[in-house]
């Protein structure tokens, strides 16, 4: 069945990198969007962009563009996140959801702490 | 406005009905999506397009669309309804390219 598995929680300083990987299965992987959104603590789901794995430019929401990256590996059918200059606000679970937003990955956990 | 605004909080008895709603200008173009989260879970998706169930989802969830407010309605809520509901749709400003979140509703279920 489909299935977006993504990887582990990771722990970052203020003002470093993070990259985040989505791994695609069961449904052929450049036949849809994956988007990602993330949500902080006790907060609400903020859309941050979505790119097509089979090529383009990916689409950034306005408030990530410039510290945002998003990329695919069809060989691995995986997607990855890259948020650059992070902050403590950046605190957040990041998920990768399937275009229609109907498959969601497990999410994953990014502190930002110094 | 690219927003999407939602009710922060809502309770039902439990049997009873329960609508939430989702307003914004984009939906006078676009037709909003539901989702339902539990805590520590990723978000489900319950409703999409005019109003359409994903498999699995039961039909006590219906939704519907006027003007520029969508509702997510629960009849005969039980339980295990209790979540943060959330909405979103695309950006209908700009380009279109955009996709925004309500805040999230969470619904009690007394």
């Known amino acids: 069945q489909e299935q977006l598995v993504q990887s582990g929680a990771e722990v970052k300083k203020p003002g470093a990198s993070v990259q985040l990987s989505c791994e695609a299965s069961?449904?052929?992987?450049?036949?849809?969007?994956i988007h990602w959104v993330r949500q902080a603590p006790g907060q609400g789901l903020e859309w941050m962009g979505v790119?097509?794995?089979?090529?383009?430019?990916?689409i950034y929401a306005r408030k990530f563009q410039g510290r945002v990256t998003m990329t695919s590996d069809t060989s691995t059918n995986k997607v990855y996140i890259q948020l650059s200059s992070l902050r403590s606000e950046d605190t957040a679970v990041y998920f990768c959801?399937?275009?229609?937003?109907?498959?969601w990955g497990q999410g994953t956990l990014v502190s930002v702490s110094s | 406005s690219s927003e999407l605004t939602q009710d922060p909080a809502v309770s039902v008895a439990l049997g009873q009905t329960v609508r939430i709603t989702c307003r914004g200008d984009?939906?006078?173009?676009?037709?909003a999506s539901w989702y339902q989260q539990k805590p520590g879970q990723a978000p489900v998706l319950v409703m999409f397009?005019?109003?359409n169930r994903p498999s699995g989802i039961p039909d006590r969830f219906s939704g519907s669309t006027s003007g520029n407010t969508a509702s997510l309605t629960i009849t005969g809520a039980q339980a295990e309804d209790e979540a943060d509901y959330y909405c979103?749709?695309?950006?209908?400003?700009?380009?279109?390219?955009?996709?925004?979140f309500g805040g999230g509703t969470k619904v009690t279920v007394l």
């Open positions: 959801a399937r275009l229609g937003f109907d498959y």
């Open positions: 069961g449904y052929t992987f450049t036949t849809y969007h």
């Open positions: 790119i097509n794995p089979s090529g383009g430019s990916p």
């Open positions: 984009n939906l006078r173009t676009y037709y």
């Open positions: 397009g005019e109003n």
């Open positions: 979103n749709s695309r950006d209908s400003s700009v380009d279109h390219l955009y996709w925004v």
